[in-house]
Each structure stands twice: as C-alpha cells, then as structure tokens.
T-cell receptor, first 119, second 112 residues
Framework: GAVVSQHPSRVICKSGTSVKIECRSL??????MFWYRQFPKQSLMLMAT?????????EQGVEKDKFLINHASLTLSTLTVTSAHPEDSSFYIC???????????????FGPGTRLTVL | DAKTTQPPSMDCAEGRAANLPCNHS???????VYWYRQIHSQGPQYIIH???NNETNEMASLIITEDRKSSTLILPHATLRDTAVYYC?????????????FGTGTRLQVTL
C-alpha cells in the first residue's frame, strides 16, 4: 500500500509554545488529508479534513485557531498546535487519500502518528 | 455514514481463528464495510473491505450477511502479533466528502 510518513514521531514541549507536525505522502499525490487525535485508551477522533490548496474543514468542537492546518502541496500537510497546553497532549495521526475516484484511488492511508507531550 | 457496534474485547488462542463481529444495521446500499486495526501506539492499518460479497486477502476474510446488516472479520490463524484494536467502519466509497469515522473497536488479545 501507499506510504504516509509523519515527523516528528515524538515531541515534548513547554506549555505556551507552538508545535508543528508534518505529514507526507511518499509515493502518491494526496489531494485530501485528514488529521485525527487519539487520547489514551480512546478511539481516533477526526479533527479536520483538508484539500490541497483549500482551507481545512474542521469537525465540530475543534478550534481552528488553535490547530492550524496547511495543505499547500499534494504531498505535504502540516498541523500546528498553537500555544500548546498539557490538555493538548495526545497522539496525532494523519491520513492521506488520492481521491481520483473509485477504489483504489480513494483509499485512506495512515501515518505512524506523532506523540505530543506538553509539560 | 452508518454507525457500527462491536464487542469491546475478545480473546483468542494463538493458532486458532479469530472471528470479530460487527453490526451495521443502518448501512445503506452504497456503503462499504471496512476493517482497520491499530497496534499499540501505531497508526491504523488497512485490513480488508467489501460491499456485499465475501472477500479474502492475505491478511483476513470478510463475511458479510446477505442483508448486509452485520459482518465478521476472520483472522484464520491468529498470532501474538495480531493483538490490536480492530475497527469496523462503514462509509461511502466515492466522493471527496467520504471519510473514515472510527468507533470504539474491539480489543483483540491473542494468548499463548
């Protein structure tokens, strides 16, 4: 299957700082990317959907000014957690989809995740 | 997208078949059944998907009932490395708005 990478895999930061997480599709062009968040022992929760060159669509309850998403190219999306606080500590997972149409071009492939710890 | 119901946890002995059930009674005619799994602290891994026919690949088999209201994922010979949370998801297979929404899944523990 297609490969999606994330960087960094793990980050620890101080409260009040901003953290950027990168998501890359390595062998396909991702017209749509998704960002999920997962707290310990819970399921993945979709935060936002972004289409290349467009503004992201955020799920209800997700603060768009706090979680800035940029999808400027077909292979890269970034999630910036601004002014991070301890409650933002979580496992952030990105997913990418080619979206050319029917299967297999519209499958979602997941990155390995980024564990954010805010002190 | 239709909701799914899965048992929260299951155990399986190594070498035996693991049968993971999923109910999706409100599935619509153009929605597919997908299965993903998540091993601890990793991103979800695609396993298999189907519309109405049974499907098999190198990882698993998917059995969908004739009325499509439920399905079963079968891991024919479970190993310790199959210990994970398994998610059953239904979604449309076309359109840019189509997305995977995860439920609580089934935590499968494979034991010696």
């Amino acid at each position: 299957g297609a490969v999606v990478s994330q960087h960094p895999s793990r980050v620890i930061c101080k409260s009040g700082t901003s953290v950027k997480i990168e998501c890359r599709s390595l062998d396909f062009q991702a017209t749509t990317m998704f960002w999920y968040r997962q707290f310990p022992k819970q399921s993945l929760m979709l935060m936002a959907t972004s289409n290349e060159g467009s503004k992201a669509t955020y799920e209800q309850g997700v603060e768009k000014d706090k979680f800035l998403i940029n999808h400027a190219s077909l292979t890269l999306s970034t999630l910036t957690v601004t002014s991070a606080h301890p409650e933002d500590s979580s496992f952030y997972i990105c997913s990418a989809r080619e979206s050319r149409g029917a299967y297999p071009y519209n499958e979602q492939f997941f990155g390995p995740g980024t564990r954010l710890t805010v002190l | 997208d239709a909701k799914t119901t899965q048992p929260p946890s299951m155990d399986c002995a190594e070498g035996r078949a693991a049968n993971l059930p999923c109910n999706h009674s409100t599935i619509s005619g153009n929605e597919y059944v997908y299965w993903y799994r998540q091993i601890h602290s990793q991103g979800p891994q695609y396993i298999i998907h189907g519309l109405k026919n049974n499907e098999t690949n190198e990882m698993a088999s998917l059995i969908i009932t004739e009325d499509r209201k439920s399905s079963t994922l079968i891991l024919p010979h479970a190993t310790l490395r199959d210990t994970a949370v398994y998610y059953c998801i239904v979604r449309h297979n076309t359109g840019t708005a189509s997305k995977l929404t995860f439920g609580t899944g089934t935590r499968l523990q494979v034991t010696l």
